[in-house]
């Protein structure tokens, strides 16, 4: 049976591939080993975490909120919407604003780098987060389409600092999976916040594969993107 509000998921989020958690180890969980790690932990769970526990795990799991206002100073200056059609079995997306023009041909130079197909770009849909505080802005793009019981995919998540430096955070090449029952993760924006108390803002992404949410925090304290924290969240 075909699942809407998946398929409308993964059209705004980030993709890649991804594994089932497997009953010796969780990809996406591994176990808090240092001080830092359980620090990161401990604010996700106070601003991120509702009804705890939450589906059929891990034992500290939780259902993933929204923050009310984002952090850092952060705006949403544009972004896309989906919805599932039911009675056309597709979903239909709506843009919301525009990205700045630089920014949308840097995300559309990535995307056909990561092989969306010739013609197909103009399917690609577009959100950006700026900050009048933090000196830099985050843009992400996104391909989907639908053919029969095939999903096609593509993203790109990049990071723009205030001389024009980019860093990919994530990418997904373009990729096919089943409509079902994806073979894919995704990743949405959901925060710019000073989780570890270091004075810098992390990006807070909510990853979601089939039937598994997790948080993962993305620093870029050392210059490049480093993954800080993978954890939390859900799985049925």
């Known amino acids: 049976m075909r699942i809407p509000g998946l398929i409308a998921a ?3 989020l980030m993709l890649s591939t991804d594994t089932r958690p497997g009953a010796d180890a969780d990809p996406h969980r591994p176990t808090c080993r240092t001080a ?7 604010f996700l769970k106070a601003h991120y975490c509702g009804e705890s526990p939450y589906g059929n795990g891990p034992a500290d799991g939780c259902l993933l909120l929204e923050p009310k206002k984002l952090g ?3 705006k949403i200056t544009a972004d896309f919407h989906c919805e599932w059609m ?6 239909q997306c709506q843009q919301r604003g525009e990205v700045r023009s630089h920014v949308k041909d840097l995300l559309v130079r990535e995307m056909k780098r990561l092989g969306v197909p010739a013609g197909e770009d103009k399917q690609v849909l577009f959100a950006s987060w700026e900050s009048n505080v933090a000196d830099f802005s985050i843009a992400k793009a996104a391909y989907s389409s639908i053919a029969g019981a ?3 995919i593509c993203a790109v998540v990049l990071r723009i600092d205030r001389t024009g430096h980019v860093v990919v955070l994530r990418e997904v090449p373009f990729h096919r999976t089943d409509v079902d029952v994806p073979d894919v993760a995704t990743w949405a924006l959901l925060d710019v916040a000073d ?9 807070i992404l909510h990853g979601d594969a089939y039937e598994n949410h997790w948080l993962e925090v993305v620093s870029m304290r050392s210059g490049a993107a480093k993954t800080i924290f993978s954890g939390l969240g859900y799985y049925l």
């Open 10 to 12: 993964l059209i705004s």
């Open 195 to 203: 989780v570890d108390g270091d004075g810098y803002p992390e990006v």
């Open 150 to 152: 095939e999903l096609a």
């Open 72 to 74: 850092a100073g952060f």
């Open 36 to 42: 830092q790690c359980r620090k990161v932990k401990s």
């Open 86 to 91: 039911e009675h056309e079995e597709k979903a």
